[in-house]
């Protein structure tokens, strides 16, 4: 829908203009899912859990949104009950 709004206000493109633009549209989109993997896969460490320490502290810790740490960790069954020692995967974002 947006790209035929494109084509129209750049003139009434032709059909031919309009494909050249799905297809760039479709290959951009390609690439951008290719390059961003989930942020489950793209863990750049860990870290070991210290008294204190929770789910929220740790995101701030590294600077990271508390969803993208717990999409991280599927292995966390509950987010709020984590425990000295364990180990939690930080996202690389």
């Known amino acids: 829908m947006f790209i035929n709004l494109l084509c129209r206000r750049r003139g009434g493109g032709t059909d031919v203009y309009m494909k050249h633009i799905k297809k760039a549209v479709a290959l951009l989109l390609l690439l951008s899912a290719i390059a961003s993997p989930s ?3 793209a863990a750049s460490g860990a870290h070991t859990v210290s008294a204190g320490d929770s789910m929220w502290k740790i995101a701030v810790r590294y600077q990271i949104g508390l ?9 966390i069954k509950d987010p709020a009950k984590i425990t000295v020692g364990q180990k ?3 996202p690389n974002i």
């Not at 969803?67 to 292995?75: F, K, V």
């Open 39 to 41: 942020p489950a896969l």
């Open 88 to 90: 939690v995967n930080i």
């Open 67 to 75: 969803a993208e740490l717990i999409q991280a960790n599927p292995q």
